[in-house]
């Protein structure tokens, strides 16, 4: 089966699976005025996998400081199921030792990753078991307002960024399709260290670039996302939703994620140079 055919069964499995849960309210959040995006760095942040397309490398950014995200420490991605032997040995050779994979049980069963050797994979479900979110991933622009307030969502992307902290090695953390899990998590990372907005809207736009169209732009398990995989208003509106549930997006840092003041001092002495 290609790999085309292989999404579009994924999708219709779920949408199946999804359809039988009762609908749940997500929060009453209004939509956020648009941010600007400025254009992608020069720098290639594609890994050129075969496997996962929508591999990249988060560093080569440059901060409000005029200090620089380092290459080569953490890297978000498609789901890896996929991977070519080529792909792989390319992992090993990036010393990738953690993968954190932010999908469902549901999603893993049907499409469990390949590792390189020597790497752990650890689970950190975004959804959480939780059925209305589950739902919510059908209506992606309704999902991104659910992943900044719900608390199994922050308890998987506590964890995530404690590891990258505590990690010796590269970590690699990912979803389906690379663009909405991981990208919100790619931003909240980017922010913590103090990349600018506009930067950290280009990086979560770039999924545009290497997301394959023609899958239907999938998400997380069967939304169907429109002819782009991604828009900015759907990050704008997870930044709203953080902003509106806790004041500032530094209080939902450290009250919504539980990061303390030496937390990210130590994230941004290890990403930072």
Known sequence: MSQRNLIRTKSAAALALTAGLLLAPVPSIAAAAPTPVVAPAAIDHSLHLTGAPNARDLGGYSTTDGKTVRSGLVLRSDALNALTADDLAKLEGLNVKTVEDLRSSFEISRAQ??????????????????PANAIAMLNLAE????????????????????????????????CTSGKDRTGWLS???????GVPRETVNADYMLSNEYVDPDSGGLGSVGSISGPNPVEQAWLDNAFAAAEQKYGSFDNYVSQGLGLTSQDIAALKAKLLS
């Open 187 to 193: 931003a909240v990372l980017l922010t913590i260290v």
């Open 113 to 130: 990753d390949k590792l390189p050797p020597g790497a752990t994979w650890v689970n950190r479900d975004v959804a959480g078991g939780n």
């Open 143 to 174: 999902f991104y307002k659910v992943m900044p307030t719900d608390a199994g969502a922050s308890a998987a992307f506590k964890a995530v960024l404690l590891d990258i902290k505590n990690s010796p090695d590269t970590v690699l953390y990912h």
